[in-house]
């Protein structure tokens, strides 16, 4: 258990620095004069011109540069400084984020609850009328664009029925429930049918034949024996999409004007706000490895099989 | 009694000749037979033809767009708009009629006729995308898998890299870098998509591909002397590229979506193409008002990605041996 | 009739010679998209306490489902079991509840299966799985169920069983995992229990290995024991005696030693024609020409006419039935079976 906690660790660095290093030089490096692109969409005067460069390095050759704020980064915890903001990413970052963890959590309970119920009621009764139910209602959630759905609830839960608010985060837990469900309308979808297929699945399996032959009772065949193995994959899946989720649900954010790091991403985008785009996208990328790590570490604690490999 | 005498010459004659085909006379007829259960399979479930109508019916609307607007009383360009008609009213955002079944939009163009030939782009990017993720995942998957060792350690690294990326964010990020000063075009967003779409695609061939290889069929073809790459062409890739191809199915889908969902946030496609994802993000500020903007491209956008995750599924279903 | 069990009196030890179970005409169906699957025909037949029946047949041939039907394990849709009678000492098992039948399952009449490595649970730690019987079927602490779990493991001859009763079926070699599958069967000491190819993954030294403990703990307690098998060698030694099964079809039914000298069934003399011998010159094998037949579609008359050497019109028109015949101990379905006997 221990090599393995190890080895994955030790995996997650060579993958930190090739991603870093493709996604800094996407930020900093593509033609193009990347002192202007600070300044967004206003002419820089020459001392700041001076100024940002030394920042930046920017004098220097590239793979300085992204040694240099390679180390801002992993040694200070400095994801740089926005100069159209003035700020230094850090809190943007730190003001934006607690956001886009609350919607994720809720997101991710909602997911969670609803999603495993589904799944397990479609797999128990397969082939049933709620078997039916719950797969056509998924593929068509799917189906439908997050941005749409994101309207469409916008406009009919938000505006006609006026049940939930519209935009904005003005009425505290409440304007999260609406862009929580949305958000977890997708993912819920997956979960309830790869729940069901595991769970399918599984019961096929001949240890649920042996647990049957033990004389143990249907429930305790399901829940015990059934379900502790097809959650295994679910899990898995779940808490990928909890990373996915917390590295911006950008799409939501937007739609739904919640001023979390997604919608900051998307607006530094408009605004050419180039340090902003890098820091949050390095931020999202550590975010979402240490996430991983975690369902890896978690994934052998469920299967013992992966623990002695 | 003579045939006693007869039948083990004609087995053995079969045997040599199998023999010296390297064990292809089995693996074709194992592979075809696979394909020709998968189609009669796939004939069978109702699911299979409302997606295959739906993608026919997309495809169709984006290969001769023209056939389906001809019909409609209204111009039959979707770039020719005008603010104002020919007796000087107003021409922009009216709602559905006889004359413009889909009413117009901001611009006064027919919005039938642009939502009829926003099917293009779609259909292009879903199918374009794939085909380069397809072939780019296949090649390393196929490597990765197969050959092991250094291959599959840097291949699969790189996988890890990109992977680590958010996909949508990693798609944001460079088409922001890319041309965004009305540049970029349907072939930056196609690129970008299947650069960052091939990770998932190699990964499920190299599973595959790695479970296949560890088939006796196989060992029983290098025991014959069958080269690699014959062993890697006629004996694993059907039998190992049936994931990859229910993935790729449904991931037409999601690339469609992807392409509308960029194009909404402003790192798509740009004026003046038409794509349904641009038109969703003109109709957001005035959803109120004008609803019929909104409702339209998004009623084909979802009835294609539907039709893509239908055809998956029904694929799916039809090739999974444990159904048979 | 009882349809409940009591159990105090059925805890009671049989006598060798008691009667255990008693299966008449049992027959199972699956119903199907392609059509109705006859798994099981008629089939009869007693086990007395400290008597082992080897259960012969090809992949096919029911007797798998014959002894999930008598254990109440038979996925009902699609499938459908009638029988007029299926009594576990005197009980009837097919009318009683679920509840009380699934008293008798695992408790009073145990079934081990095939594979170990897939028909035990990867996840749960052997012990636990072996304890599970004690914790539910006796009520028992975690604490007990897990002594009596490493008692159990010991009596099989696991090594070191204190330190492994904590490990994972994945990490015990095929003999063990099959092993820990036979203490988890007999944990609760069953009057009857049900080897459902037990020795088939194994290799042929482990096969002794299992076949010489199911021996042993059945003398223990006068179990009875149904041993399932394709393989007419690995029970020749142990078995009392014999039922052949064809195509969901009970052939031929003898005691061991009289159908191992001279069976009377055709298809059981091909059988042993069929058996590739050490001590014989080299020559060619003799299978059974053809195949066995699909359960959608099974023959009309006799399920062996098709491959029968012997067959005659009587045998494609009519559904030999199960007799004694003279010069023989056994029955047997054949309508011929004196002249095939003669020679």
């Given amino acids: ?309 | 009694m003579s045939d006693d005498l007869i039948e083990p010459h004609v087995e053995r004659a079969e045997t040599i000749v199998e023999a010296e085909s390297g064990g292809d006379i089995e693996a074709i007829e194992r592979a075809a037979s696979l394909w020709s259960d998968a189609w009669r399979e796939l004939r069978k479930r109702w699911i299979f033809w409302i997606a295959a109508g739906l993608i026919g019916l997309f495809t169709t609307m984006a290969a001769v767009p023209q056939v389906f607007v001809a019909p409609s009383p209204a111009t039959h360009d979707p770039r020719e708009c005008s603010l104002r008609a020919a007796d000087g009213t107003f021409q922009d955002r009216l709602r559905p009629s006889s004359e413009h079944w889909f009413g117009t939009d901001l611009q006064g163009c027919d919005y039938y006729a642009r939502v009829i030939y926003g099917a293009r782009v779609s259909i292009v990017i879903g199918i374009g995308v794939i085909a380069l993720a397809g072939l780019i995942g296949l090649a390393l998957g196929g490597i990765a898998g197969f050959y092991g060792g250094w291959f599959d350690n840097l291949i699969s690294r790189f996988v890890d890299v990109l992977f680590a990326i958010p996909f949508l964010v990693a798609a944001i990020l460079f088409l922001n870098v890319i041309a965004s000063d009305g540049g970029r075009g349907l072939g930056h967003v196609l690129l970008v998509l299947g650069v960052f779409g091939w990770p998932t695609i190699s990964r499920l061939f190299r599973a595959s591909v790695i479970q296949a290889k560890a088939q006796d069929y196989v060992e029983a073809a290098r025991a014959v002397g069958a080269s690699n790459m014959r062993i890697l062409i006629r004996h694993i890739l059907p039998n190992a590229i049936a994931p990859a191809i229910v993935y790729s199915t449904i991931a037409i889908g999601g690339v469609i979506a992807a392409e509308a969902t960029l194009s909404f946030l402003g790192v798509g496609l740009q004026l003046p193409a038409i794509s349904w994802g641009l038109m969703i993000n003109n109709a957001q500020t005035r959803i109120l008002t004008t609803p019929h903007l909104l409702i339209f491209p998004s009623i084909f956008l979802s009835l294609t990605v539907l039709g893509f995750l239908l055809l998956g599924d029904a694929v799916r279903d039809a090739l999974d041996p444990r159904l048979r | 009739m009882a349809t409940s069990i009591e159990y105090p009196a059925l805890r009671a030890r049989p006598e060798v010679g008691d009667v255990l179970l008693e299966v008449e005409n049992l027959s199972v169906e699956f119903h199907t998209d392609a059509g109705v699957v006859k798994a099981v025909n008629r089939v009869t037949f007693n086990l007395r306490a400290g008597e082992t029946m080897a259960i012969i047949g090809e992949s096919g041939s029911g007797k798998s489902v014959t002894a999930q039907a008598i254990m109440g394990i038979v996925p009902i849709p699609p499938g459908v079991v009638t029988a007029d009678a299926i009594r576990y000492r005197g009980s009837d098992l097919e009318h009683m509840s679920e509840r009380q039948r699934r008293k008798v399952r695992g408790d009073q009449i145990a079934m081990i299966f095939q594979d170990p490595l897939t028909s035990l649970n990867p996840v749960y730690s052997v012990g636990f799985q072996i304890g599970e019987m004690f914790r539910v079927h006796r009520g028992m602490s975690r604490k007990e169920a897990k002594e009596r779990s490493i008692e159990l493991m010991d009596r099989v001859r696991i090594p070191e069983a204190r330190r492994r009763v904590g490990d994972y079926p994945h990490q015990f070699s095929g003999g063990m995992r099959q092993r820990v599958m036979v203490a988890m069967a007999l944990a609760l000491e069953p009057t009857i229990l049900i080897a459902d190819e037990p020795t088939t993954a194994l290799d042929v030294t482990v096969q002794a290995q299992i076949m010489e403990i199911l021996h042993e703990l059945q003398e223990d307690n006068n179990m009875g024991l149904i041993l399932i098998t394709h393989d007419l060698g690995v029970v020749a030694s142990v078995a009392d005696s014999i039922m052949l099964m064809y195509a969901g079809s009970v052939m031929e039914k003898a005691p061991a030693d009289d159908f191992y000298a001279s069976p009377a069934h055709p298809y059981a003399h091909g059988l042993m024609k069929s058996v590739p011998r050490l001590i014989h010159q080299a020559g060619r094998l003799d299978p059974i020409e053809g195949a066995p037949p699909s359960l959608l579609n099974v023959p009309p008359g006799c399920p062996f006419n098709p491959r029968c050497p012997h067959t005659r019109d009587r045998c494609r028109e009519e559904v030999p039935a199960l007799r004694p015949i003279t010069g023989y101990v056994g029955q047997v379905a054949c309508h011929f079976a004196e002249e095939v006997r003669r020679g």
């Fill in chain 1, 1 to 309: 258990m221990f090599r393995y906690t190890v080895r994955r660790t030790l995996l997650m660095i060579p993958t930190f620095i090739g991603a870093s290093a493709i996604i800094f030089f996407a930020g900093f490096a593509l033609p193009g004069d990347p002192v202007s692109a600070f300044g967004g969409e206003r002419a820089l005067s020459e001392a700041t011109r001076q100024v940002l460069e030394e920042r930046y390095r920017l004098d220097q050759p590239l793979i300085n540069q992204y040694l240099g704020y390679m180390s801002d980064v992993v040694l200070h915890q400095d994801l740089g400084e926005s100069v159209l903001r003035r700020r230094s990413v850090n809190d943007i970052f730190w003001d934006a984020f607690p956001n886009t963890f609350r919607l994720a959590m809720l997101a991710a309970a909602i997911e969670i609850v609803i999603g495993l119920a589904a799944g397990v009621l479609a797999a128990l009764r397969k082939g049933k009328f709620i078997d039916q139910l719950v797969l056509i209602s998924t593929t068509l959630v799917v189906s439908i664009p997050v941005f749409v759905l994101a309207f469409a609830s916008q406009i009919y839960f938000g505006v006609e029925l006026g049940i939930f608010p519209i935009a904005g985060l003005n009425e505290g837990l409440k304007s999260y429930l609406l862009p929580a469900f949305v958000l977890a309308a997708l993912s819920l979808a997956y979960v309830a049918r790869l729940t069901r297929t595991s769970l399918v699945e599984t019961m096929r399996s001949d240890y649920i034949r042996t647990a049957q032959a033990k004389g143990l009772r249907p429930s305790r065949v399901i829940g015990r024996h059934g379900l502790r193995n097809a959650l295994i994959p679910v899990v898995t899946y779940i808490g990928i999409d909890i990373a996915v989720l917390m590295g911006g649900a950008i799409v939501t954010e937007t739609v739904f004007n919640i001023p979390g790091a997604g919608f900051a991403l998307v607006r530094a985008i408009g605004t050419r706000d180039n340090a902003i785009v890098v820091g949050f996208t390095l931020a999202a990328v550590i975010i979402f490895l240490l996430v991983s790590l975690l369902i890896d570490l978690l994934y052998a604690v469920l299967d013992p099989r992966i623990r002695y490999e």
